[in-house]
């Protein structure tokens, strides 16, 4: 059975999708490795064959506890392009999770200033008694 693109730009739009979903996945996960990095966790590097293949078998780009430590351990394995294994104990958890918060409020906060920066833009046409806002003569003003 064949199939038939019945139009060739729905395929380079759906390229062009996927293209920028897999850019947005890789820098967040640059973003989370070095936030990984700032908090004290370490890269570990594998002494044994046998420890690659066990880490090839967790969760990766996931944050987990590793079960059986002595002390509390926490894990962060990366399968993608540097191949790489973070690891860290209960404070380098704390600071992480510190940063982590700071780093969601920054960006809510930048979205918020692009926002107003938007809104301020369009001058007072939308606000209250504008052309096109609440009591204004626009499309929808004079009617409200």
Not at 57 to 85: E, S, W
Not at 104 to 131: F, H, P
Request: some cysteine.
């Amino acid at each position: 059975m064949r199939y038939y693109l019945s139009n060739p730009c729905s395929f380079f739009l759906s390229l062009t999708l996927l293209a920028g979903c897999s850019a947005t996945a890789e820098k967040r996960n640059q973003s989370t490795e070095a936030i990984l990095s700032a908090s004290g966790f370490h890269e570990y590097i594998e002494k044994h064959p046998d420890e690659h293949e066990n880490l090839q078998n967790l969760p990766q780009r996931t944050l987990i506890a590793m079960p059986g430590a002595v002390k509390p351990t926490y894990v962060y394995v990366d399968h993608g392009p540097c191949d790489c294994v973070y690891v860290g104990g209960e404070k380098e958890l704390q600071t992480y999770l510190i940063l982590v918060d700071r780093a969601q409020k920054a960006a809510a906060d930048l979205q918020e200033a692009k926002n107003r920066q938007n809104i301020a833009s369009m001058g007072d046409r939308y606000g209250l008694g504008g052309t096109y806002g609440y009591g204004g003569i626009g499309v929808m003003g004079g009617y409200w």
